[in-house]
């Protein structure tokens, strides 16, 4: 019996994708095909070319400038 693979797309808000698990999950994401958005706090803007942020952009990441504690 042959099995179907449905291949969706979601939206996916990846929290924390500065640091080691959510910058994986948003590696993971963008490498699936998702279109995906990342909560970054406003600090890591004060350097557009952060380390942090340049690979996200570059790999499609859709930046979100939140800070968590002051919705
Ligand atoms: N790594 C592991 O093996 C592991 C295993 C089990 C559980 N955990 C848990 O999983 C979580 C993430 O781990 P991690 O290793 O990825 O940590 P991490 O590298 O320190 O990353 C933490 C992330 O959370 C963000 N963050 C912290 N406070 C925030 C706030 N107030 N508003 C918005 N974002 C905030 C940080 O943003 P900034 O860059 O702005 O600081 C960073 O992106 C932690 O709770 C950790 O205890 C980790």
Redesign the pocket.
């Known amino acids: 019996m042959s099995r179907e693979v449905v291949r969706t797309r979601s939206r996916v808000l990846v ?10 999950i948003a590696r993971a994401s963008l490498a699936a095909g998702h279109p995906t958005f990342a ?3 406003p ?2 803007f004060a350097r557009p070319d952060s380390p ?1 942020l340049e690979p996200l952009v570059a790999a499609g990441a859709t930046l979100l400038q ?4 002051h919705p």
């Not at 929290?15 to 080691?20: D, I, L, Q, S």
């Not at 939140?66 to 504690?69: E, P």
């Open positions: 929290v924390g994708a500065t640091g080691r698990l959510g910058g994986s909560l970054v706090r600090h890591h942090l939140v800070n968590a504690r």
